[in-house]
T-cell receptor, first 116, second 113 residues
């Protein structure tokens, strides 16, 4: 079974609008972490936001927020006020267990395209 | 502070050749990992290390070797390159268990013909 599922291969959003990128995960661990990364066309992996399984509040970092619904095992990324520079691939990833270092399982990604 | 440095950035190999992808970090990170990214897909873990002298296999280790003789360096060796190993390779490092920031290198584009 897929551990990280991103069901939207590609999405369009109008500049200045908000967009939600979906991510569902599957784990039996009680302690885990969820990450979102941005990969622009240049190829580097840019860390956006992190949510720990025991964090009671949804994580926020500037225009990025993570809608964490633990019971539904979902960790959707919300980007507010989209900008042209947000056009990129977005990956959801999970670290299972409290001591898993930087061993991540990635989803297949969502390509976001921001329209002017 | 250079962060995570990968070399080479681009490489073309012939089937059967061997090569080493270099990864170095200057942040005294204990954890280091190698991932591969195939076209249109997410990253998959090849090998990882939790400290000097300690390595273990990830999801897709076949055809690759690693060693960790120092904290700074974590080279990835392709023993006998195959076209299926055409991919982008990322090295990543992390400081300690309680910190969540994972630093990625810029990637190494490898083509095996």
């Amino acid at each position: 079974a897929q551990k990280i599922t991103q069901t939207q291969p590609g999405m369009f959003v109008q500049e200045k609008e908000a967009v939600t990128l979906d991510c569902t995960y599957d784990t039996s661990d009680q302690s885990y972490g969820l990450f979102w990364y941005k990969q622009p066309s240049s190829g580097e992996m840019i860390f956006l936001i992190y949510q720990g399984s025991y964090d009671e509040q949804n994580a926020t970092e500037g225009r990025y927020s993570l809608n964490f619904q633990k019971a539904r095992k979902s960790a959707n990324l919300v980007i507010s006020a989209s900008q042209l520079g947000d056009s990129a691939m977005y990956f959801c990833a999970m670290r299972e267990g409290p001591d898993a270092g930087n061993m991540l399982t990635f989803g297949g990604g969502t390509r976001l395209m921001v329209k002017p | 502070n250079a962060g995570v440095t990968q070399t080479p950035k681009f490489q073309v190999l012939k089937t059967g050749q061997s090569m080493t992808l270099q990864c170095a970090q200057d942040m005294n990170h204990e954890y280091m990992s190698w991932y591969r990214q195939d076209p249109g897909m997410g990253l998959r873990l090849i090998h990882y290390s939790v400290g000097a002298g300690i390595t273990d296999q990830g999801e897709v280790p076949n055809g690759y070797n690693v060693s960790r003789s120092t904290t700074e360096d974590f080279p990835l060796r392709l023993l006998s390159a195959a076209p299926s190993q055409t991919s982008v390779y990322f090295c990543a490092s992390k400081y300690y268990t309680g910190e969540n920031t994972i630093y990625f290198g810029e990637g190494s584009w490898l083509t095996v013909v």
